[in-house]
């Protein structure tokens, strides 16, 4: 519940760039939903969003841009379809790493944003 209210006071006003990191990894759908819905009418006013998740399954329609940093070292920056598959293919070069919460300790993790 913290965390709706937090997204909710950083959205209700309009700012020229906004942070968020790993709040919609949290919640269930529909308040995932209703975060996306506000991160694209943000966007569409001019905000330059800077969005750091595990959660990529909807970076192509909030972002214009994928940032993919593996060990702290960028290893992508690009289109957000192209950076999902690479956010992803680098679980399959380490048999050991399962997109799981363990896939956090692997060190990659997409950030996005809209610039």
Sequence with gaps: ????LAFAAATCENPDILLIDE???????RFQQKCYRRL???????????????VVHGLATVCDRVLVLENGRLVFDGEPG????????S??????????RRAASCGTAPAAHRS
């Excluded at 009418?41 to 800077?50: K, P, Y």
């Excluded at 679980?91 to 799981?100: A, E, H, K, L, Q």
């Design 1 to 4: 519940m913290f965390l709706r």
């Design 23 to 29: 709040v919609l990894a949290v919640g269930d759908a």
């Design 40 to 54: 694209r009418e943000m966007r569409d006013r001019g905000t330059t969003i800077l969005l750091v998740t595990h």
């Design 82 to 89: 192209r950076g999902v598959d690479r956010y992803y293919s």
């Design 91 to 100: 679980f399959s070069c380490r048999p050991t790493c399962r997109f799981t």
